[in-house]
């Protein structure tokens, strides 16, 4: 990842009608990113079938440049990209002569340098965050008869984000 900024804000005297000062940016960002899963499928007796995944995946979005963020206000001209780092351990099983399915699963989810807008001086600025996500998720499907079927779903999600402030420098005490 490198990251140049060439200001080429020219020494006109801001009085002068119709001189605008202008930047030129530029930026190259680089990850490589993708997925792995392994499965299990353990002959077990409690169950008519049972599958055990565990994945990991890394995901990524470029970062870039805010527009039009006049010199002098405290905000970055740009923000670093976004990355995650995704783990899920889970089971998926089939029970009672295939008249129930059951699914549990939990998550751990590292972002680095998180994305968050926000509207500063008129216009969406982006800022970078660490943040974590976590939980679990479950899934139970019972068909007694082919003429009745019960769903149910549960989930349980936490999260953290690091120490930031993100304040609106136009009104930086909120009233």
């Known amino acids: 990842e490198?990251?140049?900024?060439?200001?080429?804000?020219?020494?006109?005297?801001?009085?002068?009608?119709?001189?605008?000062r202008y930047q030129f940016n530029e930026v190259t960002y680089s990850k490589w990113t993708g997925r792995a899963v392994l499965n299990w499928t353990p002959k077990v007796d409690f169950t008519d079938?049972?599958?055990?995944?565990?994945?990991?995946?890394?995901?990524?979005?470029?970062g870039g440049?805010?527009?039009?963020?006049?010199?002098?206000?405290g905000i970055p001209p740009s923000?670093?990209?976004?990355?995650?780092?995704?783990?899920?351990?889970?089971?998926?099983n089939i029970?009672?002569?295939?008249?129930?399915?059951?699914n549990l699963t939990g998550f751990y989810?590292?972002?680095?340098?998180?994305?968050?807008?926000?509207?500063?001086?008129n216009t969406s600025v982006n800022q970078n965050i660490s943040a974590k996500?976590?939980?679990?998720?479950?899934?139970?499907l019972w068909a007694p008869t082919t003429n009745w079927q019960f769903n149910l779903n549960f989930g349980h999600t936490d999260s953290s984000i690091g120490n930031v402030a993100l304040i609106d420098q136009r009104n930086p005490t909120a009233g």
């Open 49 to 62: 079938q049972t599958t055990i995944y565990a994945s990991y995946a890394r995901g990524y979005k470029a």
């Open 65 to 73: 440049f805010n527009p039009g963020i006049q010199p002098g206000l």
């Open 2 to 20: 490198s990251a140049a900024l060439d200001y080429l804000n020219a020494d006109m005297d801001a009085a002068t009608p119709g001189v605008q």
């Open 109 to 121: 989810d590292n972002y680095d340098s998180l994305q968050v807008s926000a509207i500063v001086q």
């Open 95 to 102: 029970l009672m002569d295939a008249t129930l399915q059951a």
């Open 133 to 140: 996500i976590w939980g679990v998720e479950g899934e139970l």
């Open 79 to 92: 923000y670093d990209p976004e990355s995650i780092d995704a783990y899920e351990l889970g089971t998926k």
